[in-house]
Every structure is written in structure tokens, then in C-alpha cells.
């Protein structure tokens, strides 16, 4: 019991002396590197599909809904002064597509990777505090990759799919606590403005020669992670 008060006693200490003392602050020309553990949550809005079984599409309904994937991210920033700086956020996440709504049958229907290097403007309320706030605003390129056709009832033999890659807009909010001069813990959450659209071949058994569906993907993305200044 001594021990356990001891510890709580020194980690209150520790977290008085961490609020006390200042960080060193940003300066223009620091590179501040995070790494991140991520959630990418779809907030996806799907449109119909089409499918062609003999010259012409044929509205089949919607649609299709996306799976949230948890992943590592890097990200680079370089601040220009001391509140304003530009970020590069690396990563990818694997997603699997389902049929919702009038399509739920289908079950699953696409599997791909998805690499987003997204690109912000960021600007930092309080470079000399311990808790630096910030919020970015930018530009995304979202590619597709590695995409199959998947499920049951889509995926036979000669089937394949291509998403198209998307360009869109970013949005960030988040915050840098200081441990000490240069490590810190940071949150962050972006919305990422990503729309696609997928092109299928041979799918259901050569039913149908073509297909096509469109996806507003538009992410949520939640991060925690730890950071350094150099």
C-alpha cells in the first residue's frame, strides 16, 4: 500500500512539474516528425449501381457501405514560423466493401488497399505552450490498390474491378502535449474528402460483362500517437 501511494505520489509530481515548466517552443525550421495509431471511419454515402447484362447498364439500386480500418501513420511537418508549419500524412489502410440497402444479398463485394498522402496547411495556436492546439486544412490524393472482387456472388472465375482514384479536400483539428523540449503526444482527427468509382468486369458468373457503382467515401480519421521535434 506504501508502494502504490509512493507511485501516485511521484507520478502527481512528475505530471505538476510537466504542467509547470515550459517546452521549448516551435520554431521556424523544426521538423516535427508523429507517429500514429489510426482509425479510418468511413461516413460513406453510396450511389446505385449498375450492372449490364446485355448492351446497355441497368440501374440495380444502391448500394454499397465501407469498413473502418486501424492502422499505423507518419506524418512529416515543417513549420514555416512558429504557428504556421505544412504537413504530409503517410499511410495506408485495407478496406472491404459490402452491399447494403437494396444490394445487402451481394454480401461482400470489393477488397482493396487504399494509400491517401494527404497534404495540410496547419496553423499552431500557442507555439510556447505545453498544449499547442492546432488546426490544418488541405488537399488529399486517394489511390486504389491490390482491389479484387470479393464475396460469394460476385467473385467467380474472370472476375475483376478497378477503383478509380480520387482528389479532394482535407480538414484537421488536433493537439501537441509536451512531455519535454522535444517529445510530445499528439490527437488528431481529419476529414478526408475521397469519392470513387469501381468498374467491374466478369462478375456473378459471367452474367454480367460490366458493372459500375460510385461511393462517396469521405473518412473520419481518429488518431493518437507520439511525436518528436528536430
Do not use: C
Request: proline share 4%; no cysteine; net charge negative.
Amino acid at each position: 500500500m506504501k508502494t502504490t501511494k509512493l507511485a501516485v505520489t511521484l507520478l502527481a509530481a512528475m505530471g505538476i512539474s510537466a504542467v509547470a515548466t515550459p517546452a521549448m517552443a516551435y520554431e521556424a525550421g523544426d521538423w516535427l516528425i508523429r507517429g500514429r495509431v489510426i482509425n479510418v471511419n468511413p461516413n460513406d454515402d453510396s450511389g446505385n449501381l449498375y450492372v449490364m447484362p446485355a448492351a446497355s447498364y441497368v440501374n440495380g439500386g444502391e448500394g454499397v457501405e465501407v469498413n473502418s480500418d486501424t492502422v499505423p501513420e507518419l506524418d512529416i511537418t515543417y513549420m514555416i514560423n512558429r504557428n504556421w508549419g505544412v504537413e504530409l500524412i503517410l499511410g495506408y489502410s485495407d478496406h472491404t466493401i459490402k452491399g447494403e440497402k437494396g444490394q445487402a444479398a451481394l454480401g461482400d463485394v470489393i477488397d482493396a488497399k487504399v494509400l491517401p498522402p494527404t497534404l495540410t496547411l496547419q496553423y499552431h495556436f500557442a507555439p510556447d505552450s505545453n498544449i499547442r492546439p492546432y488546426v490544418g486544412a488541405g488537399i488529399n490524393y486517394t489511390y486504389f490498390f491490390d482491389e479484387e472482387v470479393a464475396g460469394s456472388v460476385l467473385d467467380t472465375a474472370g472476375s475483376k474491378v478497378d477503383l478509380d482514384s480520387s482528389w479532394g479536400l482535407a480538414a484537421q483539428a488536433g493537439v501537441d502535449v509536451a512531455l519535454n523540449d522535444d517529445w510530445f503526444v499528439n490527437l488528431d482527427v481529419k476529414y478526408i474528402d475521397i469519392d470513387t468509382e469501381a468498374h467491374f468486369t466478369n462478375i456473378a458468373g459471367g452474367a454480367y460483362k460490366k458493372a459500375k457503382i460510385t461511393a462517396d467515401v469521405d473518412p473520419f480519421v481518429w488518431g493518437i500517437g507520439i511525436g518528436r521535434k528536430f
